[in-house]
């Protein structure tokens, strides 16, 4: 498909429609939805800047091209006087005091925001069901989970409510939502986009990043919200990627990992649907070339070891002082206690207990310190990769996205869903979801700082598969 920002530009330079018009359409099909999709509505302020774009073309003033396109913001992301909550009865009630520098460029850049979307809590979770606000619907087929953990961008994004969403990406909630619902989904490269405003989940492999329907827009996107900020120390500058720069592809090699697809787990059709991609990209004269990686059960304990050592210790700020819904105890720890045992969901609690085990004095060398050497392998090994491949190629789950209710049974299989996402998480490397190759999507991956290949690549998998 085709860019959608590109279109909606037109038709308002055009006047074919307005900016309202169109604003409150999107308001009100997000206000009927039946999927889940939408925390809370920023109606307001949406129909005020859109009048505003209104204003400008009808004096003949000139508009930007991202100027009066509405988008929406999974709800982890503060925006000024706004509901930022997490999706989390701890957060609920809690308004941004301040904007996040990746949302304020797109604010400036006249985009229209109209939603905070649906998630699971924290980002802590593949399903989006782990949510107060009821569990996310496929886009595709309402009977199953939506992906996660930014669930609701991706369903928005598939449904059209939205033009494009912003999602977050600690372990796979860009991709993995954008693989079930049919969409493009980048992780960009670990620093591209400042995280500052963002709310912390595993700092050391958080992303923001866009999911959409179209390549061009993803890589539209993308150069607004990119750039080195003072608030984000972990923030890098990095080149705008041209349209012209991802038209046509230079890659020569692609690799892929034999044991995912030799992994027991991984479903037969998605299996088989992968194997005939392969062949597809062969007979266009590109050499592709086995690989061996880590096995998904090391790369997923590694992965749910980092990351719930992080998030305990970013999410023991959360406890009724400066933050969120206060329950009075009988003293200062007990009110600590409750407002943290009430208000914080059971998948949220198991990570903190988690993550404060493994950082305990007795425990930390054995099982905190070894995630990171293990982290330090797989970087070393991505990095011998690249020395023979341009891009690495994957499919995005081993499996078709469950029904509704069933990953809440299992957490284990849940985590081990996250067996080809994690990874490339760990190793800070650009990945992007494409909707195509499997029911499920591919997934494209490069060294650090290459987006601009992965969008190269995706462009010649939209021609080739
Ligand atoms: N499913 C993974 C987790 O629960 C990834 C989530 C994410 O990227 N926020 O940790």
């Not at 991202?66 to 925006?79: A, N, Q, R, S, T």
Request: contains cysteine.
């Amino acid at each position: 498909m085709d860019s959608k920002i590109k279109e909606i530009h037109q038709q308002l330079v055009s006047k074919q429609i307005t900016c309202t018009a169109l604003v409150q359409e999107k308001l009100d099909l997000l206000k009927q939805n039946t999927y889940n999709s939408v925390n809370s509505l920023l109606d307001t302020l949406a129909l005020e800047l859109a009048a505003k774009v209104d204003a400008k073309i009808t004096n003949g003033e000139t508009i930007g091209l991202l100027e009066g396109i509405p988008f929406g913001i999974k709800d982890v992301y503060m925006v000024q006087g706004t509901y930022t909550t997490a999706s989390s009865d701890l957060l609920k009630n809690y308004k941004s005091p301040y904007t996040a520098t990746a949302i304020q460029k797109l604010l400036d850049a006249g985009a229209i925001p109209l939603v905070k979307e649906n998630c699971d809590s924290f980002g802590h979770g593949s399903s989006s069901e782990n949510t107060i606000f009821g569990a996310v619907k496929n886009a595709v087929n309402p009977e199953l989970v939506g992906g996660g953990s930014s669930g609701g961008s991706a369903v928005n994004v598939a449904l059209d409510y939205t033009v494009f969403s912003i999602g977050g990406d600690t372990g796979g909630s860009i991709r993995q939502p954008a693989g079930y619902n049919h969409i493009y989904g980048l992780k960009p490269t670990y620093g591209r986009i400042s995280r500052y405003g963002l709310m912390a989940y595993a700092s050391s492999t958080d992303c923001v990043g866009p999911l959409a329907k179209s390549i061009e827009d993803i890589r539209i996107v993308l150069n607004v919200m990119s750039g080195k900020d003072p608030k984000d120390q972990t923030s890098t500058t990095s080149e705008e990627i041209t349209e012209e720069g991802i038209a046509a592809s230079s890659i020569k090699t692609v690799g892929y990992f034999k044991n995912f697809i030799e992994s027991e787990a991984i479903d037969a059709q998605i299996k088989a649907d992968f194997l005939a991609a392969i062949e597809k990209i062969k007979a266009k004269g590109i050499a592709v070339k086995e690989l061996d990686f880590f096995k998904s059960d090391i790369l997923v304990s590694t992965y749910y070891t980092l990351a719930m050592a992080e998030t305990a210790s970013n999410l023991s700020r959360l406890d009724g002082t400066n933050y969120g819904n206060r329950i009075e105890g009988d003293n200062l720890i007990d009110t600590y206690a409750v407002t943290r045992s009430e208000n914080f969901s059971e998948e949220t609690k198991r990570r903190i207990v988690g993550g404060n085990q493994v950082l305990s004095q007795g425990f930390s060398d054995e099982i905190y310190l070894k995630g990171l050497a293990l982290r330090d392998q797989i970087s070393e090994n991505f990095s011998k990769d690249f020395e023979e491949v341009d891009v690495i190629l994957s499919p995005v789950t081993p499996a078709a996205p469950p029904k509704i209710g069933d990953s809440l049974k299992d957490p284990l299989a849940m985590y081990l869903s996250d067996a080809y996402t994690v990874g490339f998480s760990l190793g800070q490397l650009p990945t992007l979801t494409v909707p195509q190759g499997t029911t499920t999507g591919l997934q494209i991956t490069a060294a650090k700082n290459n987006d601009e290949l992965v969008m190269q690549f995706a462009n010649f998998l939209k021609d080739t598969l």
